[in-house]
């Protein structure tokens, strides 16, 4: 087993590393033979994306996700920060131990590598080492500030202390590292480090035995053609810079995170760090979409490098990311927003309609939407609906899940005449992309008007199977549905946000709602970025959709009631097992 884990890691290494395959590009008049670089595609949604405020994600959402990275063909998945909590570690070795192995339908033929972020110093490497050491491939991914900004009022630290103290986290991670891992060390605040130092910096970290260097523009600081030159000045500047990867990691503050990353490419750089939908610490990172389809539209300007991401899985990646976080693609945004492919101007129309490439530089199809080829309706059958769910993906279905799905599409059609493929995932993403449910909803019926006191009757079943009705009074009637659901779950926490979209336009489309909640006088939900040590409260964000926007609102609160009791269980459940160790 050892002998066959030493052989994936070594091709891996010469994979991604040193990986010249032969290729061949058409042009007018002759085929020519080129050489490119493997462009290494590092996911740090689970890591940087989960810092966003509110994106609060449960281990088993963390696990589909990383599966849905695996089946894209992601290279590396930062799993986690394992110190951050007993849930992130958990989080990092279950991926690790279960999504770590896998190479089914992966074009490279190697599993992805699980990576784990950590502090420079012994504690938090440790601690991300017992995390991701399950992997076939894994990686320790460790930091220290090199701006003197962060040096003198962060760190109180000398230059030369920095040195030492990178060189002592990487000798360490190095010693706990087996022929499988590799070390990946960044310099935080790169972008307004001095380059002269960071060179020092980095070859003492490539002399100790650091594989990847990361050059991060924490602060979303540099503009592209800075950021391309600086990785130009640092390769020709840094002694061993040819035996390593450099990598890009842009923030999203002034909006060129994409662009810094692509001139990054430029500037040398063979990984790029990105997330699903660009979700991250205030402005976001670099959207995977993104960049994937900048390299797939314009290859003859990136015709060096090459990655593996299959970007027919692209939508799918989104809307998972965005129902399980929260956190709602804007409509203009790039590739993945409801708006990206939609024209609505008069000359526009006429253009597509003539020929596509008129307004159109890629199509739905290659980043997995699926145009309207099926009228689906009340009189439907069960394998119309089946059909239709494959064709959008949702191959992996159950039988029972397939059942609910064709019953609740059935129930809408009554309302709506027809189902479009809209209504299909936005049914898929409430039923599928949902938490454990520890309360179902069985029933929910309002009563309201100008002259009444809105009244709320709510059944629910719980994990057991035993229904629970009450009636509630509220000052309104998504009020009195909340008020009633909490008499029979307990006290939820404080309602922080409550948004209403629709999933496609007219009076007769499917609502989607969003409510997100924050635990009240619960001191044990204040948390600590490891990162930054900002403090910050677990919020618990839900969805739910339905063509009545009373039932939409009654399934988002408990989807969100339901995340926060995953949370709870999944809270007591680590501290009984680490009270169980230590007894």
């Known amino acids: ?14 994979r991604l590393l040193k990986s010249t395959p032969r290729f061949f590009s058409t042009t ?57 909590s007993p849930g992130d570690f958990e989080a990092v070795s279950r991926i690790a131990k279960e999504i770590g192995p896998l190479v089914e339908g992966r074009p490279s033929g190697l599993p992805m590598r699980i990576c784990g972020l950590s502090r420079a110093n012994e504690k938090d490497i440790r601690r991300c080492y017992n995390a991701i050491k399950h992997a076939p491939l894994h990686r320790i991914h460790t930091f220290l500030a090199t701006s003197d900004i962060h040096l003198e009022h962060k760190l109180n630290m000398t230059r030369s202390e920095c040195i030492d103290k990178s060189v002592e986290a990487v000798t360490y991670a190095r010693s706990l590292l087996g022929e499988n891992g590799d070390i990946e060390f960044s310099p935080e605040d790169a972008g307004r480090s001095d380059k002269d130092f960071l060179c020092d910096v980095l070859a003492a970290v490539i002399e100790a035995g650091a594989t990847t260097l990361n050059i991060p523009d924490t602060v979303g600081y540099t503009v592209p053609r800075e950021y391309g030159d600086m990785f130009e000045y640092l390769i020709q500047g840094t002694k061993g810079a040819e035996d390593v990867i450099w990598s890009t990691h842009c923030h999203n503050d002034l909006g060129l995170a994409t662009a810094n990353t692509l001139e990054g490419i430029r500037g040398g750089a063979r990984q790029v760090e990105v997330t699903v939908n660009g979700i991250g610490e205030r402005a976001g990172n670099t959207a995977i979409e993104e960049v994937a389809m900048a390299l797939r539209t314009r290859p003859h300007m990136y015709d060096n490098v090459y990655t593996d991401l299959d970007i027919s899985c692209i939508t799918r990646a989104s809307r998972m990311v965005s129902s399980f976080t929260g956190i709602t693609v804007q409509p203009n945004k790039a590739i993945v927003g409801a708006n990206a492919f939609a024209h609505e101007a008069g000359i526009h129309q006429d253009g597509v309609l003539k020929n596509k490439e008129t307004y159109e530089i890629m199509t739905p199809e290659s980043v997995g939407l699926v145009a309207n080829n099926l009228v689906l309706g009340k009189h439907s059958g069960r394998a119309a609906y089946s059909d239709r769910l494959t064709q959008l993906g949702y191959t992996d279905l159950s039988p029972e899940q397939l059942e609910s799905l064709v019953d609740r599409f059935k129930r809408i059609a009554d309302d709506k005449k027809t189902v479009t493929d809209e209504d299909i995932e936005a049914i898929v993403n409430d039923e599928v992309f949902q ?102 409260k677990k919020q618990f964000a839900g969805q739910g959709a339905d063509a009545d926007i009373i039932v939409a609102s009654a399934r988002s609160y408990l989807s969100a009631i339901n995340r926060k009791i995953d949370h709870m269980n999944r809270k007591e459940e680590l501290l009984e097992r680490s009270i169980s160790r230590k007894a």
């Not at 087993?1 to 010469?14: I, W």
């Not at 002759?30 to 405020?53: A, C, H, N, V």
């Open 28 to 84: 007018s008049r002759s085929l020519i033979e080129t050489t490119k670089d493997r462009l290494i595609i590092f996911d740090t949604t689970l890591r940087d994306g989960e810092q966003s405020p509110g994106a609060t994600l449960t281990t088993d959402e963390k696990l589909k996700i990383a599966f849905q990275l695996s089946t894209m063909g992601v290279d590396v998945c930062e799993a986690g920060f394992p110190i951050a």
């Open 435 to 536: 938490p454990n449910d520890q309360w179902k909803l069985v029933s929910v019926h309002v009563t309201a008007g100008d002259k009444v006191k809105p009244t709320a009757t709510v059944t629910l079943m719980n994990a057991e199977g035993e229904e629970f009705s009450e009636a509630s009074l509220g000052n309104g009637p998504v009020d009195a549905i909340f008020s009633v659901i909490q008499k029979i779950t307990g006290p939820a926490g404080k309602l922080t946000e409550f948004t209403i979209s629709s999933v496609t336009d007219g009076i007769d489309s499917v609502g989607n709602v969003l409510v997100r909640i924050e635990p009240e006088n619960e001191e044990e939900e204040i948390l600590t970025n490891p990162q930054t040590g900002e403090l910050f």
């Open 1 to 14: 087993m050892n002998k066959l884990l030493n052989l994936l890691n070594m091709l891996s290494q010469l």
